[in-house]
């Protein structure tokens, strides 16, 4: 089983499927809906092993209000901080 957090072709592929649905969402000029983002972020993460409780879900909800993130800014190349 591929891993949830690493590159692989199951990762790829379902990518792929993600992005026609937006697409075509996008040609029927189709509003998104929270739902509509979490059945990308399901198929996004399908056949990685994924814990089930993350699947779907968002940070507040069911098994993910103790989650934390930590977002980190990389300077860019060329930046006068790198």
């Known amino acids: 089983m591929p891993n949830w957090d690493k590159d692989s072709p199951q990762l790829r592929k379902n990518f792929a499927q993600v ?3 937006i697409a075509l969402k996008a040609e029927l000029r189709e509003n ?3 739902e509509v983002v979490r059945r990308w972020q399901n198929l ?3 056949g990685l092993g994924m814990p089930d409780a993350y699947i779907g ?3 507040g909800e069911r ?3 103790n989650i934390q993130v930590r977002i980190v800014v990389w300077p860019r190349r060329g930046s006068p901080t790198s």
């Open 19 to 21: 992005l026609k649905e």
């Open 32 to 34: 998104s809906t929270l």
């Open 44 to 46: 996004c993460l399908e």
């Open 57 to 59: 879900a968002f940070r």
């Open 63 to 65: 098994d993910l209000k």
